[in-house]
């Protein structure tokens, strides 16, 4: 048995959940606000400090993002794997923000687009492991029953971190120059930093006896005790799990990569990623092209376009609880098929978009427009984002609960994240890339044609295979029966 060690200094607070959860939101809330922070700039950084002409920006800067997301795809897999043997998550997490502060030394000091391009690579790299030991520690910390709880909270806050990054980004550069943005950067890697060395995990609070000096506070006993959404609440019963057996010729390397194994033979895991693919993508061509779109169109300033991402995101603010809630009554299948039509019905529209100077006739009429059309792919994006992790995480449970001889360890959720971010990492790397050259080649209206397409497709498989039957159907059925 293990010797009671003495305790360090704080452990109540540093191992509760509210604080490690906390830790993880400012965490994640940190890599998106670094990573839009600098995509406003983009275009200025390339024209004023590379003297790249403005024929080269829009290929530049999505060969950027995608340098960014190609790192993330090659280094979640390994990093997952890594994570899930591990003792602890610490070294990954603070591996991660290493790599996140030398990035973005990198961006603010580099004169040559090889060292921008090493930058993106390595903020990629910090990215995949971030997201991959994040969502891992957050099921550590709280367990799978309240997963979805956890993960709807943290991401409501980081939220503000999409939407605001590329506001103060824009408004900054314009008013005060590149320095203050990387300035702005550099402080919150810090507080991060400080708030990562403080957390002490629930597993090494116990390894140490830790545990059993440090009792949960009274809210966190009321919060383990309130009803858990989705997440636990679905096909959870025996016979409900019969249909999660797996066959007893699984191949031999399924020990060591069974999620690789489910992803390639469960079709509602397959509309998952699908699912996060799309999402992924929707939002790097959004990235790729808005800014320079907007130039295009009405010659916007930094601090406009910066502006201009508030309509994306903030939807996502405003109905994330009740998508929550929707998810929770109804399952994931509803709110991913609402999503993906209402996104498609926008895009489909950016044709009636007009190009027109500042002080030009009906010059705020035409940004009016294409404000509303923002706004709707916003409220569409916010329908799609969360449906994925939760869908996901809901099945490999249920393969764990029936198959318990072929899981002895527990579920593999840091593959199960490490293959979900590389899907979503794809999706960001494929986005700019495609988009870029069907906007070169056929213009931006064609462009957002194909993804209208797209997600109208995606939405057809997603109405076939994600989710389960809503509550009330099951309820009717049962009735029926």
């Not at 390339?46 to 995608?66: D, G, V």
């Not at 010059?363 to 916003?378: H, N, Q, S």
């Not at 056929?442 to 994600?466: D, E, K, P, S, T």
């Amino acid at each position: 048995m293990l010797e009671l060690s003495s305790p360090p200094y704080g452990l109540r607070w540093r191992s509760s959940n509210s604080f490690i959860l906390g830790c993880v939101g400012i965490a994640i809330f940190t890599d998106l606000f670094l990573y839009g922070l600098v995509v406003p700039i983009l275009p200025f950084i390339l024209k004023s400090r590379l003297h790249f002409p403005h024929s080269e920006i829009q290929e530049s800067i999505s060969l950027l993002l995608a340098y960014y997301a190609g790192s993330s795809v090659l280094a979640a897999l390994p990093e997952g794997y890594i994570a899930d043997h591990l003792p602890t998550r610490r070294l990954p997490f603070l591996m991660g923000l290493m790599s996140l502060f030398i990035s973005t030394f990198l961006l603010w000091l580099g004169q040559s687009w090889n060292i921008l391009v090493l930058a993106r690579i390595i903020q990629g790299i910090s990215a995949s492991m971030l997201w991959t030991v994040s969502l891992t520690l957050i099921l550590d910390t709280v367990g799978s029953r309240r997963l979805g709880v956890a993960l709807s909270s943290i991401f409501g806050f980081v939220c503000v971190g999409q939407l605001f990054a590329p506001v103060i980004g824009g408004i900054v550069y314009q008013h005060l120059g590149e320095g203050w943005v990387f300035s702005i950067a550099f402080m919150l890697l810090i507080i991060d930093l400080v708030m990562r060395i403080l957390i002490i995990e629930k597993k090494v609070a116990k390894f140490h006896g830790w545990d059993k000096i440090s009792s949960p506070s009274q809210h966190e006993v009321a919060q383990a005790n309130e009803t858990s959404p989705l997440i636990s609440n679905i096909d959870t019963s025996n016979s409900d799990l019969v249909k999660w057996k797996l066959p007893s010729t699984v191949p031999s390397w399924f020990s060591k990569l069974p999620v690789l194994y489910l992803t390639f033979t469960s079709p509602r895991i397959f509309a998952c990623l699908l699912l996060c693919f799309t999402h992924a993508m929707t939002l790097a061509i959004f990235d790729a092209t808005l800014s320079i779109q907007s130039l295009d169109l009405f010659s916007f300033t930094s601090r406009s376009i910066g502006l201009m991402f508030m309509p994306l995101i903030l939807p996502s603010l405003l109905i994330s609880p009740i998508i929550g809630v929707i998810i929770d009554r109804y399952g994931t299948k509803i709110p991913a098929a609402t999503g993906l039509l209402i996104l498609a019905l926008p895009l489909s529209l950016f044709r009636i978009v007009k190009a027109v100077p500042p002080g030009g006739d009906g010059y705020v009429f035409e940004v009016t427009k294409f404000t509303i059309l923002l706004v709707v792919c916003g409220f569409g994006i916010a329908c799609i984002s969360s449906e994925c992790l939760i869908d996901v995480s809901l099945v490999v449970g249920n393969y764990e609960k029936a198959n318990p001889e072929r899981f002895p360890n527990g579920a593999p959720y840091a593959q199960l994240y490490a293959i979900t971010n590389m899907i979503f990492s794809l999706g960001l790397t494929l986005g700019p890339l495609v988009a870029s050259i069907i906007k070169l080649n056929f213009g931006y209206i064609v462009m957002n044609y194909c993804l209208a397409a797209w997600c109208v497709l995606v939405c057809i498989v997603c109405i076939l295979f994600l989710g389960e039957k809503p509550k009330l159907g099951r309820k009717l059925c049962s009735n029926v029966h």
